[in-house]
């Protein structure tokens, strides 16, 4: 973008954007860091649930077949009753954490950053106009 920096007409004025600016572009840069963090967090976390996931589908699948085949009052059957109980609590659990940690909340992050990282480059684009007309004056 063009910027209109005719109109400043004191270096006084450039160095007091220069320094909005370069407090604003910290904050951001912090934020970069921060994002690219969480996505890469995330990103391992959502494909680490997702198998997780997987072996727990077929875990309670198994334990759903085989209860029904086990005589009722058995060591065996109860045992497997926890198991099944615990399987599927273990999977709603996932589940949610999916949301937070999931493919919906990575591609939120990524877009974050690059939200983020084109207000830098606008950011960056501005100092230079500004430090362009500082020189000039």
């Given at each position: 973008?063009a910027?209109?920096?005719?109109?400043?007409?004191?270096?006084?004025?450039?160095?007091?954007?220069?320094?909005?600016?370069?407090?604003?572009?910290?904050?951001?840069?912090h934020?970069?860091?921060?994002?690219?963090?969480?996505r890469?967090?995330?990103?391992?976390?959502?494909?680490?649930?997702?198998?997780?996931?997987?072996s727990?589908?077929?875990?309670?699948?198994?334990?759903?077949?085989?209860?029904?085949?086990?005589?009722?009052?058995?060591?065996?059957?109860?045992?497997?009753?926890?198991?099944?109980?615990?399987?599927?609590?273990?999977?709603?659990?996932?589940?949610?954490?999916?949301?937070?940690?999931?493919?919906?909340?990575?591609?939120?992050?990524?877009?974050?950053?690059?939200?983020?990282?084109?207000?830098?480059?606008?950011?960056?684009?501005?100092?230079?106009?500004?430090?362009?007309?500082?020189?000039?004056?």
């Open positions: 973008m910027y209109s920096v005719n109109v400043l007409t004191t270096v006084a004025d450039c160095d007091k954007l220069l320094a909005d600016s370069e407090s604003e572009l910290k904050a951001l840069r934020r970069s860091t921060n994002l690219d963090y969480a890469d967090s995330t990103s391992e976390a959502a494909t680490e649930t997702q198998a997780t996931l997987t727990l589908d077929a875990e309670i699948q198994n334990l759903t077949t085989l209860i029904p085949t086990l005589a009722e009052g058995t060591k065996s059957r109860k045992s497997s009753e926890v198991d099944l109980r615990t399987a599927i609590y273990r999977r709603a659990k996932l589940t949610d954490k999916q949301e937070a940690r999931g493919p919906v909340a990575l591609l939120t992050r990524e877009r974050d950053l690059a939200e983020t990282e084109a207000q830098i480059a606008e950011i960056t684009a501005f100092v230079a106009a500004i430090n362009a007309r500082k020189a000039a004056l």
